[in-house]
């Protein structure tokens, strides 16, 4: 008799074997003649340069937080999503109520405009007071207006 | 043979093969995918234990989540040209060992030379029912609602700390 998590686990079983049988039966069949040039890492048919390892922006980090967070709050609603019948309204309003605190984080995150991607440009206060003293606070629209009216006259 | 005997043994034997594997590899970022194969061992062996809300969280939280904030450190890091901690530093190395034979013997002792107390086995039948989900929900929705509530706003309390820390802050 298999339970549920029986079933899970013949499931992975199978693709784990499946994988398997397929790269093996591929390295049966397939011709093995590796050069030089082929050996290399591919990016877009460029030869690579340098490592591929960069400081990339420390927001992706932000995200997988975020992420972190509402997965933890998944797994408590697991749970409550079986057994919130048994107990009426009062069931469902304790998940609720749970629901809507993380909702108020989400709102939070929301309005502080941290789901978007460009966020604003944050300068340093030094930067900010050069433009000050220039008086002409520089947007791209309107540099971009000055010079179509430029070439106009 | 148990079929239950079978698949501890394979899954201890996977658990314990790629904790090895994770320690002794030198490069971090195929440490962290030996960790998740330890973490999905460390899932059946729960199952196998009854425990079926802590294997759910095993993979979904620490597989899945847990595992991508340690890739993203690794990545930010960039811990590629770092030399062994053990070759910089003699005496840590003595250390390490000293602490690893204490814990080999605790463990050792722990599982051949004490017997568990005969309080743990007058209540199987329940502990193993008190695994499932439906029975953790019962309890949650039941005696622990102050704390489930409590564990919501820490949650929003971490969400709203991780997103006014990461801020960069120049005024």
Request: proline share 4%.
């Amino acid at each position: 008799m298999l339970t549920e998590f029986g079933k899970i686990f013949v499931f992975i079983l199978l693709a784990v074997v499946f994988v398997l049988i397929a790269l093996f039966a591929a390295k049966l069949i397939r011709p093995s003649r590796p050069t030089k040039e082929k050996m290399l890492i591919y990016e877009c048919g460029e030869n690579p340069v340098g490592s591929p390892w960069i400081k990339f922006n420390i927001r992706f980090y932000v995200v997988a937080l975020i992420f972190l967070i509402f997965d933890v709050e998944v797994v408590l609603l697991f749970p409550w999503a079986l057994t919130y019948q048994d107990y009426g309204f009062y069931g469902f309003l304790v998940g609720l109520v749970f629901l809507l605190v993380l909702g108020l984080g989400m709102a939070y995150e929301w309005r502080k405009g941290d789901l978007d991607w460009e966020r604003g440009i944050i300068s340093p206060p030094i930067l900010n007071e050069i433009l000050k003293n220039k008086k002409a606070p520089l947007k791209i629209n309107d540099s971009e207006n000055q010079i179509t009216e430029e070439i106009k006259a | 043979m148990n079929l239950e005997i079978i698949l501890f043994i394979v899954l201890a034997l996977v658990a314990v093969v790629s904790s090895v594997a994770m320690i002794t590899r030198p490069h971090p970022v195929i440490s962290a995918v030996f960790l998740i194969l330890n973490f999905f061992a460390l899932s059946g062996l729960y199952l196998l234990l009854n425990a079926q809300f802590i294997a759910v969280v095993q993979v979904i939280v620490y597989a899945g989540a847990i595992m991508v904030l340690f890739l993203f450190v690794l990545m930010l890091l960039n811990t590629n040209k770092e030399d062994n901690i053990f070759k910089q530093n003699k005496a840590l190395k003595i250390f390490a060992i000293a602490i690893a034979v204490l814990i080999f013997a605790q463990v050792a002792f722990l599982i051949f030379f004490s017997s568990p107390s005969d309080a743990l086995n007058s209540q199987v039948a329940e502990s193993v029912q008190s695994g499932t989900i439906q029975q953790i929900g019962t309890k949650l929705y039941t005696d622990y609602i102050l704390p489930f509530e409590a564990a919501g706003f820490l949650l929003l309390a971490a969400t709203i700390g991780a997103l006014v820390l990461s801020k960069k802050k120049f005024e």
